[in-house]
């Protein structure tokens, strides 16, 4: 069973940087994209940034475009996301999520995506 594991969120002041780290463990060899998603409270679950395992093709939110990143620390076992100048609109819970298809970012339809970490907090503050 593949399960994705997150760590790094926290409590931050406007303006600031988090690292969000994912670490999936299990059988991966089939695991062909990792990502991101949040979901704020009242919100939809929206994605944030996505990564092909192969290639490296990264895809992210109009939202975050230009203040996050996301990348691959390990094959297919680890996926960070450097967040930095962060908004208040930022605040969040965060997924983790790997996948078995090619995309799995924003504007995918989440309940389809194949693994999901159990979520860690980002609270941006004013």
């Known amino acids: 069973q593949v399960q994705p594991v997150e760590s790094g969120g926290g409590a931050v002041q406007a303006g600031g940087s988090l690292r969000l780290s994912c670490t999936i463990s299990?059988?991966?060899?089939?695991?062909?994209?990792l990502g991101w998603f949040r979901q704020a409270p009242g919100k939809e679950r929206e994605g944030v940034a996505s990564?092909?395992?192969?290639?490296?093709?990264?895809v992210y939110a109009d939202s975050v475009k230009g203040r996050f990143t996301i990348s691959q620390d390990s094959g297919r076992n680890t996926v960070s996301l450097q967040m930095d100048d962060l908004e208040p609109e930022d605040t969040a819970m965060y997924f983790c999520?790997?996948?078995?298809?090619?995309?799995?970012?924003?504007?995918?339809?989440?309940?389809?995506?194949?693994?999901w970490g159990r979520g860690t907090q980002v609270t941006v503050t004013s």
């Open positions: 999520v790997a996948d078995r298809g090619d995309y799995c970012g924003a504007g995918f339809q989440f309940w389809r995506l194949n693994y």
């Open positions: 299990g059988y991966t060899a089939n695991i062909n994209c």
């Open positions: 990564i092909k395992i192969d290639g490296g093709r990264t």
